[in-house]
Structure formats: C-alpha cells, structure tokens
T-cell receptor, first 113, second 113 residues
Framework: DAKTTQPNSMESNEEEPVHLPCNHSTISGTDYIHWYRQLPSQGPEYVIHGLTSNVNNRMASLAIAEDRKSSTLILHRATLRDAAVYYCILRDQIQTGANNLFFGTGTRLTVIP | NAGVTQTPKFQVLKTGQSMTLQCAQDMNHEYMSWYRQDPGMGLRLIHYSVGAGITDQGEVPNGYNVSRSTTEDFPLRLLSAAPSQTSVYFC????????????FGPGTRLTVL
C-alpha cells in the first residue's frame, strides 16, 4: 500500500481556517485520497475523499495537487469540536480483495479558543 | 439506523481468560473489519471479512479468531487473553466499492491484567 506522510501535530485558533497537509509521493493512478478523523474517545469518522479534482462537502474541502503527490484538507472555520486526529489514507479504487484502510499516526489538531 | 454497534464498551480480563467482542451493523454492508488501537498509535487491522462465510487475516491477527455467519454480525474472539492485548478495539463496516465510506463503531476498551 502506498504510504502517506503527515505532520504529527498542528494548532489552530478557533474560527480560523486550517490547512492539514499530506504527502503521498508514491500514489498510483488508481488511488483515492481519503481523510478520516478521530475525535477523543471515539471511533474514526469519514471526512472526505477525492481522486484528481478538488472536492467540497459540508465538513471540509480537499485540495489535490496537480501531480497528485500531495493534498491538503481544509477546514474553513475551525471549531473546538474539530480538535481530533486527522488521517490521510490512500485506497485503490480498483476493487481487488478487501481494499482495507491502513492508518498511520495522523495529525493531531489542537484548536485554541 | 443504529450503524455499527459494539458490546461491551469496557472489559477487564485476567491473563488466560477468553472472551468475545460483539460487533453488529444494520446497513447491509458486505465488508466488515476489526482494528485495534494502542495508546498514541493509529489503528491496526486484525481480521476482516468480505462477506458472510469469508474471513481473512489483517496485519496483527495472532491471538484472535473471527467468524462471519451472517451479514450483520462479526464477532472477535480472544482465545487466551494476554496483557499485550490491552487496547481499544474498533469494528468497522462498508459497502463494496473502492471509494465507499467506512463506518466505525464506538469501540471496546479492553484491559488484560
């Protein structure tokens, strides 16, 4: 499975935008870029995913570099509820086998009131 | 929909005891999986299933058994608990498709003395 690299931790002030980076220089042409987050004492939850184009949903935006070797998760206005560990994960869109999610250690986001 | 449910929420075992962690989903998902999360680490895949009657090993399967007799249920059995199995266990499910969202349960916090 292709690997991703994320900073261990980041801080943001409340109500300001947050840009969480992810490097995936060995991404293959069929890999989706998925983001999950894990709030304290909870299971991970899906945030967003994309393939080539930038994506928006009610939780966040995903900006994907033109060469797809990096991406950025954007939270437009951080709230205290957004304090979590954010995981960037690659998953092959071709359904071979179980196509499981493999988690790294993610980025711990601290939101400062 | 209840989503993915896990029982119990907390469990304390003595070394050598056995037990079963329960997981159920009501979304008719084909894929189910078990992860463990040790302090300060990401999730690691224990076992997974791509459908009723089909299971396979993940990254850290030793000491655990699974079975999948129905689409809804995917129990995880600890055969002879060891202190190294002290962890938080998460069950997850998703539908088929490389981009499908994975849903996680709330977790079971297990301590083995």
């Amino acid at each position: 499975d292709a690997k991703t690299t994320q900073p261990n931790s980041m801080e943001s002030n409340e109500e300001e935008p947050v840009h969480l980076p992810c490097n995936h220089s060995t991404i293959s042409g069929t890999d989706y870029i998925h983001w999950y987050r894990q709030l304290p004492s909870q299971g991970p939850e899906y945030v967003i995913h994309g393939l080539t184009s930038n994506v928006n949903n009610r939780m966040a935006s995903l900006a994907i570099a033109e060469d797809r070797k990096s991406s950025t998760l954007i939270l437009h206005r951080a709230t205290l509820r957004d304090a979590a560990v954010y995981y960037c994960i690659l998953r092959d869109q071709i359904q071979t086998g179980a196509n499981n999610l493999f988690f790294g250690t993610g980025t711990r986001l601290t939101v400062i009131p | 929909n209840a989503g993915v449910t896990q029982t119990p929420k907390f469990q304390v075992l003595k070394t050598g005891q056995s037990m079963t962690l329960q997981c159920a989903q009501d979304m008719n998902h084909e894929y189910m999986s078990w992860y463990r999360q040790d302090p300060g680490m990401g999730l690691r895949l224990i076992h997974y299933s791509v459908g009723a009657g089909i299971t396979d090993q993940g990254e850290v399967p030793n000491g655990y058994n699974v079975s999948r007799s129905t689409t809804e249920d995917f129990p995880l059995r600890l055969l002879s608990a060891a202190p190294s199995q002290t962890s938080v266990y998460f069950c997850a499910s998703r539908s088929s498709g490389g981009a499908s969202e994975q849903f996680f349960g709330p977790g079971t916090r297990l301590t083995v003395l």
